[in-house]
């Protein structure tokens, strides 16, 4: 008999938005039902992964000292992502396993198109596979902010206030990529309780 294959869930949103704790909340509950669950994140824990994160904390810089270039960083982005889809993700929604991701490809069309041409973003990453559901935590810069100053000792590059608005704006175009009625847009300002209640619904559909 051949193997039914995993799901892949991706969650999205602006930082500070809780993507890593509905994450982690949506493979607990699915492994509660029974599911296989692969609880992953992008950038990735690959090889390419923890180069961008490198550069993102501001630990390594371009050779002469300048900051990182950002159309060098978002050909790393989606290098990590392919790398990722070929190493971790693919074999096993191929084994029958459903992987949750911690962001996906449209925070590369939200982020990256801040600094980049929109259309070079989507070409980059034209062969990421869509996945069965995107969860977008939608959140004003300002909510988040707030979030962040009250539980971070050390910022990421992209942190900032006036970045962060522009992203959440993005962010509104860039989920319109996800495939119809593949995408399900939650207020993310709301308790993370209520949050998770929305995502759990439609993951039993899912499911
Ligand atoms: P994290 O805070 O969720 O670990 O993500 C790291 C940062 O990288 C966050 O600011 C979002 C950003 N990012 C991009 O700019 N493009 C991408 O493709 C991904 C996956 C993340």
């Known amino acids: 008999m051949r193997t039914r294959r995993g799901r892949f869930i991706v969650l999205e949103g602006i930082d500070g938005s809780g993507t890593t704790t509905q994450a982690a909340l949506a493979a607990e509950h699915l492994r509660a039902r029974g599911v296989q669950v692969h609880l992953t994140r992008e950038p990735s824990d690959g090889p390419v992964g923890m180069l961008v994160r490198a550069v993102l904390s501001g630990r390594l810089r371009s050779a002469g000292g300048p900051p990182f270039d950002r159309r060098s960083l978002a050909l790393l982005f989606a290098a990590d992502r392919l790398d990722h889809i070929?190493?971790?993700v693919g074999p096993r929604l191929a084994a029958g396993v459903t992987v949750v991701s911690d962001r996906y490809v449209y925070s590369s069309l939200a982020y990256q198109s801040q600094d980049c041409p929109p259309s070079w973003v989507k070409e980059l990453n034209r062969l990421?596979?869509?996945p069965d559901l995107c969860?977008?935590?939608?959140?004003p810069a300002r909510a988040a902010e707030k979030r962040l100053r009250s539980s971070r000792q050390s910022r990421d590059i992209f942190e900032e206030i006036?970045?962060?608005r522009r992203v959440a704006a993005s962010y509104a175009r860039a989920v319109r990529a996800v495939p119809?009625?593949?995408l399900l847009v939650v207020d993310g300002a709301l308790p993370k309780e209520r949050v998770f209640g929305a995502i759990r619904t439609r993951l039993d559909a899912l499911m």
């Open 180 to 182: 119809r009625g593949r």
């Open 128 to 130: 990421a596979p869509a």
């Open 86 to 88: 070929t190493s971790e």
């Open 162 to 164: 006036v970045f962060q």
């Open 135 to 139: 969860v977008f935590l939608r959140l």
